[in-house]
């Protein structure tokens, strides 16, 4: 169990903002535009920014799903480690 901290202490993290940035609380987006503002295209009601955090929770969703195999992994190992 030792060997699994660290992998659901990122896999956590991960989560977590995947649900602020997924509900509105925070928006990278609007930073990211703050330091260099974008244009908007007036054809679309999306925000020119809106990207970044959809990139954001794309990366982050990847974090999670890399550690939540690696947890699995792990266990797995450990478990046939100790049947053995």
């Known amino acids: 169990m030792k060997n699994v901290k660290i992998p659901v202490i990122i896999s956590v993290i991960s989560l977590l903002i995947i649900i602020t940035v997924g509900n509105s609380f925070f ?3 609007i930073l990211i535009d703050k ?3 974008c244009t908007q295209d007036p ?3 999306f925000p020119c920014f809106g990207i970044y955090d959809l990139w954001l929770m794309a990366i982050m969703t990847g974090i999670f799903i890399s550690s939540t195999i690696v947890i699995i992994y792990k266990l797995v190992k ?3 480690h ?3």
């Open 27 to 29: 928006s990278i987006g």
């Open 35 to 37: 330091l260099s503002p």
């Open 43 to 45: 054809t679309t009601s």
């Open 78 to 80: 450990a478990k046939n």
């Open 82 to 84: 100790n049947n053995t």
